[in-house]
């Protein structure tokens, strides 16, 4: 299956039509005379100016990012300290869960296209009102890291990109641990086969986790965070944390982790891509999930997802900045406009931005000021994609993820999309207010917590012990955020010693 079709530079022309050099770019517009030039060209479909575009864009990602101080950067690290002494409690209750675990905690919800998930499915949560950050954790519910620890994938009854996990080679304390989380298959010569199901191990994950809380509840600690709203929606866990005045979105999301990579994408290796010699293949394949999602066709009780998220964590790093802001902006615009339920995961936008980055030339991607003609390519990507309903999966190309699309909502979303691309600039000032809006809400819930006296880790006295050492880390945590924008987080945790900060931001440990 092919990547969507090339949209460089897409649609646009000089308002200036004359024989001047400055009005005529050279290759891929990059000529002496371009910065003169660029202030005068408009998108040919809208008529808007391409520096309008850019201005607009600058404008939501100065408004969509937060700026932490030390509190803010000390509540974010108490929530993150309070599950994870949870999960250490969960762990504690029947030894399912691994005794040392190694979690992925990335920025931004599932809702928001972190992972590959059915957001249909999710309910309605929205920053500024329901919360002010939001994280995505994957839990390993099986981590399988040694190489020597004989897997099965049984992909003959799921769709391309699905798989079931059969623990029949597993050792019987495995089996025994995770037997009612399992559904059984017969087979005529006496055997029996045990597949792990992604919908038993919700429910009991779901369940622990309501144990857990409701055991803190009895016993309660000055300083621990307020648990103010836990939902379940499918496989998916959300949880909103207050701390201080800072609510947090915590989707928790129990998957299966394993090291190296899987049959199905080996061929993706073979090709060339846009990150080669920026990171190594190492880094890239060092391991893959197993989500608890399944296909339009697929049984639910058997079927896991695969998942890449710890290999777009490393390919974020050689992403433009240019590029990575249009995609923010694209994603908010079709958020906002195809709104809940959707068919349309903000999670396809990634893989086109990754199939982008493969098919376009990596000097013209790293322009700083060509953020307008990328969002604007990206939004003729998905109209493509939708129009043929053909969106491959970037680590499975031969997976398209929009084949389950029936034609009208195809055509219908890309209806929708139609009329983003004849007017650009007013959905960039939508969200931007939308952004602004949301602000608000924050500033106005920090100011009413603050009025009413709620509990903050700097103002709780059981901290003052550790208050030098909370404050450093807050400090160190403010400056990991605003060098790091954006980027995840990996966590390896001991449950028995949740003293000690375990985390990692790409490649650097703290």
């Not at 897409?10 to 290759?27: C, H, I, R």
């Not at 992972?115 to 329901?130: I, W």
């Not at 790093?317 to 908010?332: D, T």
């Amino acid at each position: 299956m092919a990547a969507p079709a090339p949209s460089s530079r897409t649609g646009s022309v000089s308002s200036s039509l004359g024989n001047s050099p400055t009005a005529t770019p050279g290759p891929g517009g990059l000529n002496n005379g371009h910065k003169l030039w660029c202030c005068h060209e408009l998108d040919f479909r809208s008529g808007v100016k391409i520096e309008e575009l850019n201005r607009l864009i600058h404008e939501f990602s100065k408004q969509d990012q937060r700026e932490y101080d030390d509190q803010r950067a000390l509540e974010i690290h108490t929530a993150k300290d309070f599950i994870f002494s949870m999960l250490g409690m969960v762990q504690k209750l029947d030894q399912k869960l691994p005794v040392a675990n190694e979690y992925l905690l990335l920025s931004g919800g599932v809702r928001e296209g972190v992972v590959d998930m059915d957001v249909d499915e999710l309910g309605v949560y929205t920053r500024g009102s329901d919360y002010d950050m939001a994280f995505t954790l994957l839990v390993p519910a099986l981590k399988l890291h040694d190489r020597n620890q004989p897997v099965t994938l049984d992909m003959r009854h799921s769709a391309l990109g699905h798989s079931w996990l059969s623990l029949r080679l597993f050792d019987e304390g495995t089996i025994n641990r995770w037997r009612d989380c399992c559904t059984l298959t017969d087979h005529l010569n006496g055997t029996t086969n045990y597949f792990f199901s992604p919908t038993m191990v919700a429910d009991w994950f779901q369940e622990a986790v309501g144990l857990v809380l409701a055991e803190l509840q009895r016993k309660p600690q000055r300083g621990t965070p307020r648990v103010e709203r836990v939902e379940r929606h499918s496989t998916l866990l959300s949880m909103v944390l207050g701390v201080g005045s800072s609510r947090m979105l915590y989707d928790i999301v129990p998957v299966v982790s394993f090291k190296g990579w899987p049959a199905v994408a080996q061929s993706w290796l073979m090709e060339n891509h846009f990150w080669d010699g920026k990171i190594t293949e190492e880094e890239v394949i060092s391991g893959f999930y197993l989500l608890p999602a399944c296909s339009a066709s697929g049984c639910r009780e058997n079927e896991w997802r695969l998942s890449f998220a710890r290999s777009e964590v490393q390919l974020k790093k050689c992403i433009s900045p240019g590029l990575m802001q249009a995609y923010q902006a694209c994603k908010a615009i079709v958020v906002k406009l195809l709104g809940q339920p959707t068919a349309i995961s903000p999670y396809y936008l990634r893989s086109m931005m990754l199939w982008a980055c493969d098919r376009l030339p990596a000097t013209y991607l790293s322009q700083d000021d060509y953020a307008a003609y990328f969002l604007l390519g990206l939004i003729d990507d998905l109209q493509h994609c939708l129009v043929n309903k053909a969106c491959p999966n970037y680590f499975i190309p031969q997976c398209n993820m929009l084949e389950h699309l029936c034609d009208e909502t195809a055509m219908f979303h890309a209806r929708k999309l139609a009329l983003v691309r004849s007017d650009p600039a007013e959905h960039l000032r939508s969200i931007i207010e939308q952004a602004k809006a949301s602000n608000r809400l924050t500033q106005e819930m920090q100011r009413c917590g603050s009025s009413s006296g709620l509990p903050s880790p700097l103002a709780d006295s059981s901290l003052a012990d550790h208050q030098q050492p909370d404050d450093r880390l807050a400090k160190k945590l403010q400056q990991l955020v605003t060098e790091n924008p954006g980027k995840s987080i990996s966590v390896f945790i001991n449950p028995d010693d949740v003293t000690r900060p375990h985390f990692r931001i790409d490649d650097k440990f703290f």
